[in-house]
């Protein structure tokens, strides 16, 4: 008897949000599309949401100026070059990032393409990166595989989600080679993990390169490059303020720049360049890395995207959204079926310390068996609530959450020449994939509480699953 008042005390335990008045205000000034088409958005890892102002701001920008295609002297083309310097320039300021070149890609997957196609991997070269990667890291291991150099994936613990700090560092000195390079998230894009930041020091000081994926830490949380400064950095610009799409940057560390061996030429990227000669002279800086004509009507929004943010201020973004994830972890721990049996299981760390703004979970039926990711995105579409499932292109998370062996790995992948994620899953018949939650700068309490009698609104019933 104690024990359930204890339960129902619990279930209704709230957590006051920080900042909620500037937030609210801010959702009814800049996000009012969501609570016109009663919207409830919980992706933000997926994407975030621009405002009505960074709009407005750009289209009055168009809209009063004529651009042309840079690097000219006539006046369209010296203003297009002008705003795309301006924005390059707040960029490295916002990153703290002087010793920096700053690239302009067309996101993070374009960043990390560049690193994987220009470091030296070769026969003297090794790749070493964590399990938990997006697979756009993921991707650069066949780069190096190719060039005949090794490359090796540092483990999760099952437990909490996190990378030993002692097995990383024995990983990282026991590799003799001349080009090491190591690669990992700053955060999470699933777990919402931050990795420790310090062992970018530590792995240069044992002679790696490293390559720091920031695209999922950089919309919450503040990245000082003079504070920690790893050899290249990913970033895609529509996680931190939503608009434009189809712009990132590699940011490279100016000593780590001639590492990079770019292998063509391209229009933007040489001094010079010859025909009856076959021979080109590579720009020295950033240039060389961006091919053709830049996206120059879409940059100049990119400093006006980061003006907004530091008007909210990421100190105040990133307490609002722990308090948000303190509210909804509060109150799911104890949301459970009638006989005791917990409703989701939420993986990672049990605390949920340094998790940022990221929640995956899984859902379970009142017999305890796991209710399938898609059947659970399905029911949520029907209530307009946008989350994500399946594995979030970072298969090691997922192979890691749900215990998959390399053995049973290797059979599925070498009894065929294609496959798909669904048909994996059949084959293996287990469980695979997450729901996962992300909350950023227009969520609201009501988002939260939505989402919360969703939960609610399935207690109790079966749902038919593939396990
Ligand atoms: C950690 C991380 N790295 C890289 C990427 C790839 O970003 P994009 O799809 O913008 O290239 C993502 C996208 O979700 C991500 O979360």
């Known amino acids: 008897m104690l024990k359930s008042i204890l339960k129902k005390k619990k279930a209704t335990e709230t957590v006051q949000l920080a900042h909620d008045e500037f937030f609210n205000d801010l959702r009814t000034k800049n996000y009012s599309r969501l609570d016109k088409d009663k919207h409830v958005y919980l992706d933000y890892t997926g994407g975030n949401l621009y405002s009505s102002l960074q709009i407005e701001k750009h289209l009055e920008l168009l809209e009063n100026n004529t651009f042309g295609n840079p690097h000219s002297t006539n006046p369209s083309s010296s203003l297009s070059t002008n705003l795309v310097a301006e924005a390059r320039k707040k960029v490295i300021d916002f990153f703290n990032a002087e010793d920096y070149y700053c690239v302009f890609t067309s996101n993070a997957s374009g960043a990390l393409k560049i690193v994987g196609e220009c470091y030296p991997f070769d026969a003297d070269g090794h790749f070493l990166l964590f399990a938990d990667n997006h697979n756009s890291v993921n991707g650069?291991?066949?780069?190096?595989?190719?060039?005949?150099?090794?490359?090796?994936?540092?483990?999760?613990?099952?437990?909490?989600?996190?990378?030993?700090?002692?097995?990383?560092?024995?990983?990282?000195?026991?590799?003799?080679?001349?080009?090491?390079?190591?690669?990992y998230p700053a955060q999470s894009n699933v777990s919402g993990i931050k990795h420790d930041l310090n062992w970018i020091s530590m792995a240069r000081d044992l002679g790696w390169d490293v390559l720091l994926d920031a695209a999922a830490f950089v919309p919450t949380s503040v990245l000082d490059l003079k504070k920690y400064s790893p050899n290249y950095v990913s970033i895609s610009f529509y996680k931190i303020f939503g608009y434009p799409t189809g712009l990132g940057c590699l940011l490279i560390r100016k000593d780590s720049f001639n590492k990079l061996n770019k292998k063509w030429f391209a229009g933007g990227t040489v001094n010079l360049a010859s025909v009856n000669a076959?021979?080109?002279?590579?720009?020295?800086?950033?240039?060389?890395?961006?091919?053709?004509?830049?996206?120059?009507?879409?940059?100049?929004?990119?400093?006006?995207?980061?003006?907004?943010?530091?008007?909210?201020?990421?100190?105040?973004?990133n307490e609002r959204v722990e308090s948000m994830m303190d509210y909804l972890y509060t109150n799911l721990k104890n949301m459970s079926h009638s006989n005791g049996v917990n409703q989701v299981d939420i993986f990672g760390h049990p605390q949920r310390k340094n998790t940022g703004g990221t929640m995956i979970m899984c859902f379970k039926n009142p017999d305890g068996s796991k209710i399938g990711f898609e059947k659970i995105e399905e029911l949520t579409n029907q209530k307009k609530i946008s989350l994500r499932s399946g594995c979030f292109c970072n298969p090691g998370l997922d192979e890691t959450n749900n215990c998959l062996t390399n053995e049973e790995l290797a059979n599925y992948f070498e009894s065929r020449?294609?496959?798909?994620?669904?048909?994996?899953?059949?084959?293996?018949?287990?469980?695979?994939?997450?729901?996962?939650?992300?909350?950023?700068?227009?969520?609201?309490?009501?988002?939260?509480?939505?989402?919360?009698?969703?939960?609610?609104?399935?207690?109790?019933?079966?749902?038919?699953?593939?396990?």
């Open 140 to 183: 650069i291991r066949e780069y190096c595989k190719k060039a005949g150099g090794g490359f090796e994936y540092v483990p999760m613990n099952v437990e909490d989600l996190s990378v030993s700090s002692e097995r990383l560092t024995e990983q990282l000195k026991s590799v003799d080679k001349k080009n090491k390079l190591f690669a």
């Open 278 to 317: 076959p021979y080109h002279f590579l720009i020295d800086n950033h240039e060389r890395f961006e091919n053709g004509t830049v996206n120059y009507l879409d940059i100049p929004a990119l400093k006006i995207g980061l003006e907004y943010i530091e008007s909210i201020g990421m100190k105040r973004l």
């Open 417 to 467: 020449n294609s496959g798909s994620y669904g048909e994996m899953i059949k084959y293996l018949n287990k469980m695979r994939g997450a729901t996962r939650i992300s909350v950023g700068v227009a969520t609201n309490q009501n988002d939260l509480d939505t989402f919360l009698s969703f939960v609610k609104s399935i207690k109790d019933k079966t749902i038919a699953s593939i396990v």
